[in-house]
């Protein structure tokens, strides 16, 4: 049974969610994403965010207080590729230095529609290399949540390609898995999804693509290999319209049999994980025991 929390967040959701004229909110966000991002003084103070000034990328760091050291976790942010890093991606990203041993690494990649997806990996490539360096593979944590799960199980498929080693663990927070959105059963999903939109979200992938095909990996990680990755953990909602394409994802892992933490939470919105509810609280703590396990 889903918590009264859960059901109000989705309730506040559905009410604030408007009608997005696509032409006017690309328009917006082009003129937005000249200007680089700048965290909030507020958010950095509170939550004790570094700056890491060696990378060619704004890249802001956050620490466990006790052995920093012991694994590095590379977070990609979501945000359909278009939308910097938000207040409670730093808050979620907090509350887990606060429970697990590491240093979180968050790099601010280039975004849609004044850059495409090969800038971003160019740029977000050199720094998993760097945490390489600095811990053992089987330590290292990929982590993205909406674009940037699709980002990061990208990541993991583009360093098998180039014969790099995998991270020990890549987690998934209900990841955009095929930026086409084609998946037969996404329209019946839309009345239950009470954040995307994805007439908005097909445009913004054809704006992060540029000249490439959508299908390409790199773009729609389920068109990649599965093979030879480092363990995967899915979490995914079933009010959410990625759901169709997460399920995909699990029936074609278990056909090249390919084992994954598959963890789906009934009446979860998107990206549920990082929201002050319960079962937020329960989603942190299998995540935890993944990576410690």
Do not use: C
């Amino acid at each position: 049974m889903r918590s009264w929390q859960s059901f109000l967040v989705e309730r506040l959701l559905i009410l604030t969610k408007k009608q997005i004229n696509t032409a006017t909110y690309m328009e917006q966000k082009r003129i937005a994403n000249e200007t680089p991002y700048v965290l909030p003084a507020k958010l950095q103070q509170k939550y004790n965010i570094l700056k890491n000034n060696t990378y060619s990328l704004d890249t802001y760091m956050l620490k466990s207080t006790s052995q920093p050291d012991t694994r590095q976790i590379l977070y990609l942010h979501g945000g359909g590729y278009i939308e910097q890093p938000l207040s409670w991606h730093w808050r979620f990203l907090y509350q887990l230095t606060q429970k697990l041993n590491g240093t979180i690494s968050v790099p601010v990649y280039p975004k849609a529609p004044n850059h495409q997806y090969k800038e971003a990996f160019e740029k977000v490539l050199p720094i998993y290399e760097d945490l390489l360096t600095k811990v053992s593979p089987e330590n290292i944590v990929l982590m993205g949540d909406s674009a940037g799960g699709g980002f990061a199980l990208a990541l993991t498929q583009l360093l098998l390609e180039q014969g790099i080693s995998q991270p020990g663990n890549i987690i998934l927070l209900s990841p955009w898995l095929d930026i086409t959105l084609t998946h037969p059963d996404i329209a019946g999903m839309e009345n239950k999804e009470p954040m995307l939109d994805a007439k908005l979200l097909i445009e913004v992938g054809k704006a992060y693509a540029g000249d490439t095909a959508t299908s390409n990996y790199l773009l729609s990680p389920i068109n990649g290999p599965l093979q030879g990755l480092g363990k995967i953990s899915l979490f995914a909602g079933t009010h959410e319209l990625f759901l169709p394409d997460a399920r995909k994802f699990k029936t074609l892992a278990e056909q090249e049999k390919v084992a994954m933490n598959y963890l789906e939470y009934p009446k979860m919105n998107h990206v549920f994980p990082v929201f002050p509810i319960p079962e937020a609280k329960r989603a942190m703590q299998q995540m935890i025991d993944i990576i410690k396990n």
